[in-house]
């Protein structure tokens, strides 16, 4: 099983820039991926970006491509999304989430959570 935690948030200007990162404790699944959600207060959880766990392939939701990176380190067995040009839209609480097998954008595709991390952008 893997266990996963959030860092990296905070509060941000209006396009300013910050990095998130989840570490995983245990094995991530090699044939999974790794990917982050948001969520804003009163408003439904939003697929934000994923990576395949082997072959490093990406996928971005459409709000945040162009602006926001995933990425992977394994020896540090954390995955990073760099955002850039940040909106105060881009508000949110940000989890970080494993997958099993696949990849995509559903929720019911990954199977652990992280507790969460606050990302706030000022106007």
């Excluded at 408003?43 to 926001?68: C, H, M, N, P, Q």
């Excluded at 990073?80 to 954008?105: F, H, I």
């Amino acid at each position: 099983q893997v266990q996963l935690v959030e860092s990296g948030g905070g509060l941000v200007q209006t396009g300013g820039s910050l990095r998130l990162s989840c570490t995983a404790s245990g094995r991530i699944f090699s044939s999974g991926a790794m990917g982050w959600f948001r969520q804003a207060p009163g408003k439904a959880r939003e697929f934000v970006a994923a990576i395949g766990w082997s072959d490093g392939i990406t996928l971005y939701g459409d709000s945040v491509r162009g602006r926001f990176s995933i990425s992977r380190d394994y020896a540090k067995n954390t995955v990073y999304l760099q955002m850039n040009s940040l909106k105060p839209e881009d508000t949110a609480v940000y989890y970080c989430a494993a997958a099993r097998g696949g990849w995509g954008s559903m929720e019911t595709l990954y199977d652990t959570w992280g507790q969460g991390t606050q990302v706030s952008i000022s106007s």
